[in-house]
């Protein structure tokens, strides 16, 4: 107790007083349930949850955190008493248990997973869209699989921002913190039970971030947060905002999640053996594993650089230059200035780390530039975008075909317990036999989805879009009344909302080039459409434009102009603040996605991938995923070709195939009915499409992908160049190489002569080249010719490709051969390559030099 001096205040005197939550013995599980995600992904605990109290669980926003901590002390006492409760609370708790047990027999080679962001769930604002939401279902499928991993990422206070929209459908950014007691977070602690803190140096300053750890099921993230008293007011707004501010600001995160979370780890004394960066973001962990091998264990730069880049992975997901992060050379000088001496290396050296050269960008410096130099493995994220990222970075390696660059591809998926409705998992299980076929695309089982019943196959589409109109009429009223929008728009729009009409989905981040007013090219038409009183159709939209781009904002603002046009009234809608809740919804409720970025620009998309699984059908330029994912019968298409080079002309071009695709195939295939009412053959190609294409697109398949192709080579690597002094000797090799190689000379060459005479087809081409080479063996050499056919005066790739064998050394020159039958008519253009050859060497871009004869 205090004494307590009374004052004369005309308003209160409020005092703070903390009532401390006092968990009864028999709701602990209960308790220790809601601090793990696993719970998010696992119906049954939502239940639960659910049934505690259904008003509760929806104000919290289905956050059983926040939830269980506005319960009163009776109502904690009511739920002791439900025996009925009580019995299934400790069944889910046991199933916890024995899920939980499992996390001691993972692999003990573990994987630091690096990300700006970590779409979990939709109360931890710590994701803006999909490469938020990869991450996040990428640690959920970690989790489900047992794997060795961790997740390092910020924690926001305010995350990205919240939408709301004016009656003239202009966005409003509202930013509104957090309550961290009120998540899934727990602070970490050392042994001696003091908050772990992480240092970061900036220019005359030392920053502070605390750590936290957020539970996905068996996978650990842990999270920075810099909003704390160690730091000033600019220092602590360093964590407030995913994707706020300027340059400045974002290089300032930046450093804190590579630099800092590289320190974090070794603060929780973790030692991964493989680092995977999610986007170039996380490029600066490279640097500061460098820094330390350097500063901690005597590496020399050069081998300091081999041991990070063999256990290092850098997944870009974006498709242009532009959507990429540079600084300015004076920004990233006066942040790491001091810093880069640490690496024992010049300013200029660092730079050239950073510099995309050749292209527009050639003066700035680019994380992903630095993520790819200190990568081994650099992937996209589906075929066409692989593909596109090797032409974006080309510049760095002129010499070589875009093909030839070390840039391969894992097409993203989707976890499927996170998106999946449980109506339709239960569909699944009921063919499949059990939910473990899952992860396993390639099992035969799942032609099995053939055999369902058409009635259950309508009746399940039926259930969850119903379930889709209650929300929308609940959120259309609350926001149109939000934004005093007129009552005869409100009543109209609720009015026009009939669940019998063709429904179809268009969400996601609301840039330009995801082309979200396409469908608005012709309104006339899309008129006629939709207001087919025997086929009615409705288009739902939602989404978010970033503050700073006002095109994006300006196609919300075009929807929202159109959709109170009295023939669009309750056809054309848009709900606000697009979250992973609401995305829920529309993937399980919609009948149609559509998606019509521009070509080549989407890098993989997955909500079409979420609206597969519950048997929504896919229009979509063949584009990012769905050029892989499209199958005839199982969903519909717009070429991926373009047409035109004049994109407005393009943009045209494709809203009259949307409309003709429409007309002629969607609309009636979804209204031929039968005489119980169902759509048969509109139900066959939702078959088609559960058999055919959900199965590839899980979260299962994506892991094991990259497992397969990328974790276990990269691991294994990186454990050879670790024995007998293997970094050394091939960085002295490397310098060997350096050394002499423009003392490479071809001495001569006997090659066919075609002013006398053209090769028969299967007639064999002869080549010897005499190589002069001082300082090299012929071992350092690898010699080859390349044939290729001119299109448009330009050879665009190498369609024939020969070594040359090494013959003898003869007056100090290496004689290389090839002879080999031609089984191909035609005009051929051809050359003799050089590059440097060690059984050291991972890819030839190790070592990308290279002359050509």
Known sequence: MIDYQPTNNTYPDWKKVLVKPIIPEKLKGLFILSKNLWWSWNPDVKEVFRSINPELWKESEQNPVS??????????????????????????????????????????????YFSMEFGLHESLRTYSGGLGILAGDYLKEASDQNRNMVG???????????????????????????????????????ENGTWIKVDVELPGRTIYAKVWRVDVGRTPLFLMDTDIPDNSEEDRAITHKLYGGDSEHRLKQEILLGIGGI????????????????????????????????????????????????????TTHTPVPAGHDYFSHDLVKTYLGDYIQNLKISFEEFIELGRLAGSHFENSFSMSVLALKLSQEINGVSKIHGRVSRQMFSTLYPEYFDEELNIGYVTNGVHFESWAASESAALYKKMLGSMDQLRNPKMKQW????NLDNKDIWELRRRLKSRLFTFLRESIERDMMHRQENPKIIFKTLENLHEGALTIGFARRFATYKRAGLLFSNLERLAQIINDEDQPVIFIFSGKAHPNDEAGQALIRRIIEISKKPEFIGRIIFIENYNIAVARKLVQGVDLWLNTPTRPMEASGTSGQKAALNGVLNLSVLDGWWAEGYK???????????????QHFQDELDAESIYNI????????????????IPNPWVDTI???????????????????????????????HRFLLQNNRIASFTSWKRKIKRNWSRIALEEARIPDPTKEPLNLGENFRADLQIKAPGLSEKDLGVEVIFG?????????????????????????????????????GVWDYAFRIYPQNELMHHRLDLPLIKYF
Not at 694 to 714: G, V, W
Request: charged residues 30%; aromatic residues 12%.
């Open 447 to 450: 032609s099995a989805m053939q």
């Open 789 to 825: 056919q001119k299109e448009n005066d330009q050879i665009e790739k190498i369609v024939i490709r020969h070594e040359l064998s090494f013959v003898e050394k003869k007056e100090g020159n290496y004689l290389f051969r090839c002879e080999f039958p031609l089984i191909n008519t």
């Open 152 to 190: 390092v990422g910020l924690l926001y206070r305010y995350g990205y921002f919240q939408q709301s929209l004016s009656a003239y459908g202009e966005q409003i950014a509202s930013y509104i913190p957090q309550r961290f007691n009120h998540l899934p977070l727990n602070p970490v602690r050392d």
């Open 632 to 646: 005839p019968g199982a969903g519909w298409m717009i070429k991926e070709e373009k047409t035109y080079e004049d």
């Open 67 to 112: 939830m269980l901590e506005k319960l009163n002390l009776d109502q904690l006492k009511d739920l002791e008493n439900d025996a009925g409760l009580m019995e299934r609370i400790e069944r889910i708790y046991q199933a916890f248990e024995d899920y939980m047990g499992k996390v001691y027999e993972k692999p003990s080679e573990q994987i630091a």
């Open 687 to 717: 078959k088609n499409n559960m058999e055919w294409i959900s199965p590839q697109f899980t979260m299962t398949r994506m892991m094991n992908d990259y497992f397969e192709q990328y974790y276990h080579p990269l691991m294994e690597r």
């Open 263 to 314: 320190k974090m780890l070794d603060e929780l004394k973790l030692k991964p053996v493989l680092f995977h960066s999610n986007e170039g973001h996380s490029a600066f962990i490279g640097v500061e594993r460098l820094r330390k091998l350097i500063n901690e264990e005597n590496y020399s730069f050069e081998d300091a650089v081999e041991f990070v880049r063999s256990s290092t992975l850098f």
């Open 662 to 677: 429409l007309e002629n195939e969607i609309i009636p295939t979804y209204f031929e009915r039968d005489d119980n009412s």
